[in-house]
């Protein structure tokens, strides 16, 4: 790893609104929650920019926010936020997994319908997948077998695509 790029910010509970849309901007970026109001995320340029807009946001609603680029001193420190990263897309891809499964046995519109909504789902892990557990391929590979099940939809590619992690 080469290092983190971390978020440490305070903002105001009152109004609710902007406190709401940062947490939603945090759990779309999968940030790992380092304790209260200090966030981190592998740092890329992709990952310092988001801190970045997200601290403006913060302090333009009269919060507090630095953002700070950084490594932890023990590796195993590291490992561990890295196997909670891990952990977390692990859950959400096994979601992915056992809605294509069940999704299986549908009609083909309804068959088509879900594999439209996984794709997207998968796309939108991973874009925040900064450490591919096994259950990555295991989605995909449901994925496309739901779209190959009755043929309800030409299949895409399911590479990796623009912002998406290897």
Known sequence: MTGWVLLAYRIPREPSRPRIAVWRKFERLGVAR????LVALPADARTREQFDWIAEE??????SATVWLASPAVEEQEQQIAT?????RA???QAVIDEAVAAGGGTDTERARVLRRLRAELHRIGR???FPPAQRDQARAAVENLATAGNPAPAESLAPADGEHA
């Open 128 to 130: 925040r997948d900064f």
């Open 91 to 93: 859950a959400e891809y």
């Open 58 to 63: 913060i302090v333009e609603a009269e919060g």
């Open 84 to 88: 909670g990263m891990r952990q977390a």
């Open 34 to 37: 380092l304790g209260d109001g």
